[in-house]
């Protein structure tokens, strides 16, 4: 399997960095990697892609692996991109289509960037890992770590959802709870490697996550016929999810792939919460400021401050987008909104990217035939306690009130 990676290049000043060898950040910010595009459009069509197994591993010659017999994989199958007809009514969006990245190993997204990451850790001969997490990406990093059999720490705030705490116990991980926020965590991290030497997986620090998150882009033209949507509106936390598929556009455009020039408006979501990016986007900054307090029940993006911050807000900008905050208190209305019309569990993350369709439709700014694609990241069933839910109970020793069941 020929590799077409080239180098690693700063993406604060574009400084090159050699990339046989593991790297974190330059500069404290992050690495993006570059390839040989020439050789890879000689290497291969897109036609080609069509006939190799509907895994992510089918954009290769797009990807870093050296050896495809190192690659630590649980069967990441492409994801589906469901029209969602009712939901469309609702916002009078003819063309609203949600991508369902809650069919992946672990029930998040999270698995295409880790997955990505351990088998470059492997390639590297790393054999200790260490991530901090807001609960997705270190249960994602523990099934990969135990996948390649390598040793995984995790380090989550104490009130991170349950299901993501006992899933990295389950798979080996050293799992803690820290009383704080990401960023504390992310602190512990950065001193262990000191004291345990092991390698800091968190978000951006290493260079391969964003590649494992650019096959969402990927799959995503290949799906819409290499004809980009309009609009894709995508819950943003660390970034890496629309930062890599960003770059994914970059890269077939450059490969000539693409149908036409036109590149979807990029709508980075956030919670009232949280939301440190859209402040930065309305302010006209360029970088964030670390947003004090961050509460929010889509845990995935209680972000405080992201050291890809700047690759966010540019992409964003470049593309003609928006970084939109929608209300916490809502969060809840739109995850049963979303599931109930559509049958598709969407996390509390995901909700917020539906109410922030709903603004943007009312305002006019998405117009109603416009292909718009919201991602689902995560599974509805990783977040109990967003659910707040409580069933009626029935007495099976007393006479059934139809009517109580009937609803009506
Ligand atoms: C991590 C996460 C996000 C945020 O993704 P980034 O690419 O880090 O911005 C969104 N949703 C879910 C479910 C997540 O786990």
Same mark, same amino acid.
Request: net charge neutral.
């Given at each position: =399997?020929?590799?077409?990676?080239?180098?690693?290049?700063?993406?604060?000043?574009?400084?090159?960095?050699?990339?046989? #060898?593991?790297?974190?950040?330059?500069?404290?910010?992050?690495?993006?990697?570059?390839?040989?595009?020439?050789?890879?459009?000689?290497?291969?069509?897109?036609?080609?892609?069509?006939?190799?197994?509907?895994?992510?591993?089918?954009?290769?010659?797009?990807?870093?692996?050296?050896? #495809?017999?190192?690659?630590?994989?649980?069967?990441?199958?492409?994801?589906?991109?469901?029209?969602?007809?009712?939901?469309?009514?609702?916002?009078?969006?003819?063309?609203?289509?949600?991508?369902?990245?809650?069919?992946?190993?672990?029930?998040?997204?999270?698995?295409?960037?880790?997955?990505?990451?351990?088998?470059?850790?492997?390639?590297?001969?790393?054999?200790?890992?260490?991530?901090?997490?807001?609960?997705?990406?270190?249960?994602?990093?523990?099934?990969?770590?135990?996948?390649?059999?390598?040793?995984?720490?995790?380090? =989550?705030?104490?009130?991170?959802?349950?299901?993501?705490?006992?899933?990295?116990?389950?798979?080996?991980?050293?799992?803690?709870?820290?009383?704080?926020? &990401?960023?504390?965590?992310?602190?512990?991290?950065?001193?262990?490697?000191?004291?345990?030497?092991?390698?800091?997986?968190?978000?951006?620090? #290493?260079?391969?996550?964003?590649?494992?998150?650019?096959?969402?882009?990927?799959?995503?033209?290949?799906?819409?016929?290499?004809?980009?949507?309009?609009?894709?509106?995508?819950?943003?936390?660390?970034?890496?999810?629309?930062?890599?598929?960003?770059?994914?556009?970059?890269?077939?455009?450059?490969?000539?792939?693409?149908?036409?020039?036109?590149?979807?408006? =990029?709508?980075?979501?956030?919670?009232?919460?949280? /939301?440190?990016?859209?402040?930065?986007?309305?302010?006209? /900054?360029?970088?964030?400021?670390?947003?004090?307090?961050?509460?929010?029940?889509?845990?995935?993006?209680?972000?405080?401050?992201?050291?890809?911050?700047? =690759?966010?807000?540019?992409?964003?900008?470049?593309?003609?987008?928006?970084?939109?905050?929608?209300?916490?208190?809502?969060?809840?209305?739109?995850?049963?909104?979303?599931?109930?019309?559509?049958?598709?569990?969407?996390?509390?993350?995901? /909700?917020?990217?539906?109410?922030?369709?709903?603004?943007?439709?009312?305002?006019?700014?998405?117009?109603?035939? #416009?292909?718009?694609?919201?991602?689902?990241?995560?599974?509805?069933?990783?977040?109990?306690?967003?659910?707040?839910?409580?069933?009626?109970?029935?007495?099976?020793?007393?006479? &059934?009130?139809?009517?109580?069941?009937?609803?009506?």
């Amino acid at each position: =399997m020929p590799c077409y990676v080239t180098h690693l290049e700063s993406a604060i000043d574009g400084t090159r960095l050699p990339a046989d #060898e593991p790297q974190t950040l330059h500069k404290d910010r992050p690495l993006v990697v570059r390839y040989d595009l020439d050789a890879v459009r000689k290497a291969v069509t897109r036609d080609e892609l069509a006939e190799r197994p509907a895994t992510m591993w089918r954009y290769r010659e797009l990807l870093p692996p050296r050896d #495809e017999r190192g690659i630590v994989s649980l069967g990441e199958q492409l994801t589906p991109v469901l029209r969602c007809r009712r939901l469309g009514e609702r916002f009078e969006l003819d063309a609203l289509f949600i991508k369902d990245e809650s069919r992946l190993p672990t029930g998040s997204f999270k698995s295409r960037g880790l997955a990505m990451a351990i088998t470059m850790a492997c390639q590297f001969g790393l054999r200790r890992v260490a991530i901090p997490t807001a609960g997705n990406a270190g249960g994602a990093m523990a099934v990969y770590a135990a996948r390649a059999g390598i040793q995984a720490f995790v380090f =989550m705030p104490a009130d991170t959802p349950i299901i993501n705490q006992l899933e990295c116990r389950l798979a080996g991980a050293r799992t803690f709870l820290v009383n704080g926020l &990401i960023t504390d965590c992310g602190r512990i991290v950065r001193e262990g490697k000191e004291h345990l030497g092991w390698f800091d997986m968190s978000t951006l620090k #290493e260079p391969y996550r964003i590649e494992g998150k650019k096959t969402m882009g990927l799959e995503l033209a290949e799906q819409f016929g290499w004809r980009l949507p309009d609009v894709i509106v995508y819950p943003t936390g660390g970034g890496t999810g629309l930062i890599g598929m960003w770059k994914a556009f970059e890269e077939l455009a450059a490969l000539g792939w693409l149908a036409d020039e036109r590149r979807p408006r =990029m709508v980075a979501v956030q919670s009232s919460g949280c /939301a440190p990016i859209v402040r930065a986007f309305e302010a006209g /900054a360029r970088f964030a400021e670390p947003f004090a307090g961050a509460a929010t029940i889509a845990s995935g993006i209680r972000v405080p401050s992201a050291v890809g911050d700047f =690759m966010i807000l540019d992409a964003v900008r470049a593309s003609g987008g928006r970084a939109i905050a929608v209300e916490e208190a809502k969060l809840r209305y739109w995850m049963a909104l979303a599931t109930s019309s559509e049958g598709i569990a969407v996390c509390p993350e995901t /909700a917020a990217c539906v109410g922030a369709v709903e603004h943007l439709a009312v305002e006019g700014w998405i117009k109603r035939d #416009e292909r718009v694609v919201i991602f689902n990241t995560g599974a509805a069933q990783k977040y109990p306690e967003a659910m707040a839910i409580e069933l009626p109970r029935l007495d099976k020793d007393a006479p &059934i009130d139809w009517g109580k069941i009937s609803g009506a």
